[in-house]
């Protein structure tokens, strides 16, 4: 951050009183812009046996395939924001929203939060950041061709869950998210 988006001055690095970290302060305005982790929310919508992927149209990440999410707006609930994310991307409604898997990646400060969901009806297709939306049974997944380490681990998450017909909401870090073998 260079400027204030409030009156256009400059900003400083500084700790400001009463605080213990070096934050963006306007020279000018004195206001602090603090900087917070971002939510991304998003959903495993399921058809059945079926999961619904979407092949993604947009950096980063281009034509790899992932589960609908995005990034929380300013007042929507989480579940209201996953269920945006599906519609925006693959113009697909969803019921029925349980919170599933919560990943914490302080190294990019931000964390991912998704819901298992039921796809209300086939009615779906490609939205703007997709390039190709369907869906997959368990053996179909590409597992090689995902976009993010988040989305791999919560399909796993959910076909080991499904077999036990038991599905806890999973709260993990880093560790969870290496590379399959
Ligand atoms: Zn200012």
């Known amino acids: 951050m260079k400027f204030?988006?409030?009156?256009?001055?400059?900003?400083?690095?500084r700790i400001p009183e009463g605080d213990n970290r070096l934050r963006f302060v306007c020279v000018h305005c004195t206001t602090v812009h603090y900087q917070n982790p971002r939510v991304v929310a998003g959903c495993v919508p399921v058809w059945g046996e079926q999961v619904l992927l979407c092949r993604r149209a947009i950096e980063p990440r281009r034509g790899y395939w992932t589960l609908p999410a995005g990034f929380m707006e300013n007042g929507?609930?989480?579940?209201?924001?996953?269920?945006?994310?599906?519609?925006?991307?693959?113009?697909?409604r969803v019921s029925d929203l349980h919170l599933y898997t919560l990943f914490d990646l302080p190294h990019?400060?931000?964390?991912y939060v998704f819901f298992r969901a039921r796809l209300v009806d086939l009615d779906f297709?490609?939205?703007?950041?997709s390039l190709e939306v369907r869906l997959f049974?368990?053996?179909?997944?590409?597992?090689?061709?995902?976009?993010?380490?988040?989305?791999g681990r919560?399909?796993?998450?959910y076909f080991a869950d499904r077999r036990e017909q038991q599905f806890p909401v999973r709260n993990e870090g880093l560790a969870a998210?290496?590379?399959?073998?």
């Open 137 to 151: 049974h368990e053996q179909e997944i590409p597992w090689n061709e995902l976009a993010f380490p988040t989305v």
């Open 125 to 129: 297709c490609a939205g703007e950041e």
């Open 108 to 111: 990019i400060s931000q964390v």
């Open 177 to 181: 998210l290496r590379p399959r073998a």
């Open 76 to 92: 929507e609930t989480l579940a209201q924001a996953a269920a945006r994310e599906t519609d925006e991307e693959a113009c697909a």
């Open 154 to 157: 919560t399909l796993e998450c």
């Open 4 to 13: 204030c988006s409030l009156c256009g001055s400059t900003v400083e690095q």
